[in-house]
């Protein structure tokens, strides 16, 4: 079994756009720039935007957070959402989610400029994906994507299952997966919790991706000998041995599956890093793109 | 077996518009209006803006065909469009494809406001497909749901294979079938020309849907027992004792697969009449949308 090291994958991935950005300062442009819109004081996504910062900072990026109080209206945000639009010193912005619940998600997501939307929410990113257009491809499929592209591993023809139909990873991750492209041309299922016989259904996939947010959910039985499997859950359990007071645990039982893949990506140290590298490539082509 | 009768289907549907526009009338409203653009003097193009005109014609719409040379060019056209953007007379408006090879019909399809994109065919509304937003959903794949729907074919749960890819029909049809809708709720394998085993693949099916173009390629051994076939397949054959001199073949083998089946929609009289009446569902909702 090769376990899929998303941290030296993402290293890499952060080394050629440095070098980019090396080259791009060389002819005396200014490098990306990314900005990162954090409502509130939510611990995880003060870590979250903290990353991202170190990230840009990482590879020669500009980048700028933008933070407000948990009491900011919808409206104030959907101002600051248009300043950062035609805000030309800025080539892409995330808006840091969960927003507080007075403040629909959704009116924030359509409001932001599918040019810089660098996260690839907005529907016409989602579109173009579909439709094989340039396109943001949202972070977290990108990664994977990026990591089996990476690894070489072969696709076409291939049966591939993906569990969990979310808007973020298991949908855009099936389509991808399902495109005329390299890595792509699998034939793809599209799980999810209606699904009947899905112990059966997961044992026959050559490349399993689970997306469900369910810890340990998938079982030895549940995997092919041989089968690809990546697995995108993160629950967080109480770990006094650590010096956080937590561990990140998969959606896939990682010790008794471990010996049954080709290729196993865990949820620690696998899609995780290439998730925040997606987002450094993202910016980097909405500057290219300017 | 049950054939789908995507005939009398849409001429419910049309009565059910139609009655909506009498309403519409009787608050002094103008009714829909749908536009057609139509460039050089391909027949099959000639007849089927000829069937969107009468059907217009039929539930009280209120259309406009504008016809250009073959000669037009990319710029001229995507002039046209701007202008049929900008004018608050018409709700909605297509541009019949195929045009000529001198435009570049990817540019045409993104010069068209999503707003009154009625085919569906923008990447905004493609999303928005995706994302379960308020969206055009395009004809054909709006079609099959609007046909199910009726027939209240149930789809939670079961494994509904789609054959074929393509923009327009497969993989929003697939992504249509997946989501957690009624219909919908479908485990959804996606295959394609890359897919291994297709036999078997197919014969696990509880529904199938076939959009792929090779006349009477789902034979009867591709078919389990009471399954629900949708076939979306047209290609034209040469047929003499027929007044037009040709009769339409579907991906099907219908004599064969028939008595298999427990729903069939056979491409006479199935998903083609149900595309036909999307279109007219799509410029009422542009018309309420203003």
Redesign the interface.
């Known amino acids: 079994m090769v376990l899929l090291d998303g941290t030296s994958c993402s290293e890499q991935i952060r080394q050629e756009i440095k070098a980019q950005v090396d080259a791009i300062k060389a002819t005396g442009d200014r490098p990306p720039h990314l900005a990162a819109v954090l409502v509130g004081s939510d611990g995880a996504s003060q870590n979250y935007v903290a990353m991202k910062e170190r990230d840009c900072a990482e590879v020669g990026f500009d980048s700028t957070v933008l933070r407000f109080k948990d009491d900011i209206t919808e409206q104030e945000l959907l101002d600051k959402i248009a300043e950062l639009n035609a805000d030309d010193s800025i080539d892409g912005f995330i808006v840091q989610l969960p927003v507080p619940k007075h403040i629909d998600e ?1 009116k924030v997501i359509l409001a932001i400029d599918p040019n810089k939307d660098v996260d690839g929410f ?12 340039p ?1 943001f491809v949202s972070a977290t499929p990108n990664g994977i994507m990026e990591l089996i592209r990476r690894y070489d591993i072969q696709t ?2 291939k ?1 591939c299952v993906v569990l969990g ?1 979310s ?1 973020i990873v298991g ?2 991750v ?2 991808l997966m ?3 492209t390299k890595p792509g ?8 919790s ?3 016989n899905l112990q059966e ?1 997961c044992a026959s996939a050559d490349i399993l991706i689970v997306a469900i947010g369910k810890m340990e959910f998938v079982t030895a039985d549940m995997v092919k000998q041989g089968a690809v499997v990546i697995d995108v859950g993160q629950t967080r359990v109480a770990d006094a041995s650590r010096k956080s007071g937590y561990r990140n645990v998969g959606d896939v039982d990682f010790e008794n599956v471990k010996d049954k893949c080709s290729f196993l990506s865990y949820t620690n140290g696998g899609v995780g890093p290439m998730t925040r590298a997606s987002l450094l490539q993202n910016t980097l082509k909405a500057h290219q793109r300017r």
Chains 1, 2 share one sequence.
Not at 122 to 133: Q, R, S
Not at 185 to 192: K, P, Q, S
């Open positions: 959704r907005c529907p016409e990113n989602v579109g173009n994906l579909v439709l094989g257009l396109s076409e023809g049966h139909r808007n949908t855009p099936a389509i399902s495109r005329n041309n699998a034939t793809v299922t599209l799980a999810h209606r699904t009947k259904l």
